[in-house]
C-alpha cells in the first residue's frame, strides 16, 4: 500500500491544488492521510469536497519546529502500515510522476550497501505563491554532494551531519523503521528521518524534481538554512547564542542515533565534541 501523508493548518489558500495534483498522479496512492492542526477556515470542507477526512493533530508542543514534527510522526503512524510514505506540504504541486518515481526508487537496492533505501530525498523545482517559477530548486538552497550515493558510509553521515539533504514536502520513506522512532524535541521531521536513513545506510539522494515547491510568506519554515550558509564568524556566534539547543541537539545524535548505526565506523563520527563542533 502506498499513503500520502500531509499536514495542514489554515491552508484553504492553496489546498486544493496540491490535491488535485495528487488526484492526477500516474500511480495514485491507496490511502490519503492528513493531519489537521487546529484549522479555523475552510480546510476541512476542502478535505471533505475531496472525499478525506482529517485526523486531529495531538501534539501539545508550543514551539513550531517540534510541533510540525510531531505532526508529521503522528501521520505516518496512522500510515505504519503502508509499504512506502510520500510526505507532502499543504501548499505544493506533485508533478504527475513523483510517487511512481519514488516508489520506484525506494523499493530498488541501495548503490552503497546490500540494505534497502528507507529514505529518498528528490528536488523541487521553486515557484511563487502564484505557481510561478522563480528560478533555482530545493537543491540551490539545500545542496547535496554530487556524488552521494557513491560515498562511503561515513563520509554521507560527515556531509549529513553539516547539511540539511531533505525536503519532506519532497520526501518518500518506508514508515515501519521511523513509525516507532521518536524525533526528539527540537529537531524538524525531515532533518532527523534524513540522519537516522543516514546511519542504517539507506538514504537516497534524487535529482529530479517531483514537486513544485511554493515559497510564501505564511511558511512556518521553509527554505532555513540554519548555519548552514554562513560564513564561520557567524556560524560560530549564532552557535553561542544558541548554546543549550547545540548542546542538546548533539547530546540527541550521540545518545539516540549511535544506538541505530550499521557499523562501528559511524559509530565513531557520533561522539559528543565531535558532534558539537561539526553540527550545522
Not at 501523508?5 to 496540491?18: C, D, F, G
Not at 484549522?39 to 470542507?45: A, F, V
Amino acid at each position: 500500500m502506498i499513503a500520502a501523508v500531509l499536514v495542514t493548518h489554515n491552508s484553504e489558500r492553496w489546498l486544493k491544488a496540491t490535491l488535485d495534483s495528487i488526484a492526477n498522479q500516474t500511480r495514485k496512492p491507496d490511502r490519503i492521510i492528513v493531519i489537521d492542526d487546529n484549522s479555523t477556515d475552510g480546510t476541512e470542507k476542502i478535505l471533505s469536497d475531496n472525499g478525506v477526512t482529517p485526523i486531529k493533530a495531538t501534539t501539545t508542543a508550543t514551539d513550531t519546529v517540534t510541533r510540525i514534527a510531531q505532526n508529521f510522526q503522528q501521520g505516518i503512524r496512522e500510515a505504519k502500515d503502508a509499504d512506502v510514505v510520500v510526505l507532502g506540504d499543504h501548499d505544493d504541486i506533485w508533478h504527475p510522476t513523483r510517487v511512481e518515481r519514488q516508489v520506484a526508487l525506494l523499493q530498488g537496492s541501495n548503490t552503497n550497501a546490500s540494505t534497502s533505501i528507507l529514505m529518498v530525498a528528490s528536488d523541487g523545482a521553486l515557484v511563487d505563491e502564484t505557481g510561478t517559477p522563480i528560478g533555482g530548486t530545493l537543491r540551490t538552497t539545500f545542496p547535496a554532494a554530487a556524488n552521494w550515493n557513491e560515498l562511503p558510509a561515513d563520509q554521507q553521515l560527515k556531509y549529513a551531519l553539516k547539511h540539511s539533504l531533505a525536503t519532506g514536502g519532497a520526501s518518500a520513506i518506508k514508515p515501519r523503521y521511523f513509525a516507532e522512532q521518536e524525533i526528539p524535541e527540537g529537531w524538524l521531521h525531515d532533518r532527523w528521518w534524513s540522519l537516522l536513513a543516514t546511519v542504517r545506510l539507506g538514504m537516497l539522494i534524487d535529482t529530479e524534481s517531483v514537486i513544485d515547491y511554493r515559497v510564501q510568506g505564511e511558511q512556518q519554515v521553509g527554505l532555513d538554512t540554519g548555519t548552514q550558509s554562513m560564513g564561520a564568524a557567524n556560524k560560530i556566534q549564532r552557535r553561542m547564542m544558541n548554546l543549550g539547543t547545540s548542546r542538546q541537539k548533539a547530546k540527541d545524535l550521540s545518545k539516540i542515533l549511535r544506538a541505530q548505526c550499521a557499523t562501528p565506523a559511524l559509530w565513531k563520527q557520533l561522539s559528543t565534541p565531535r558532534l558539537f563542533r561539526t553540527l550545522s
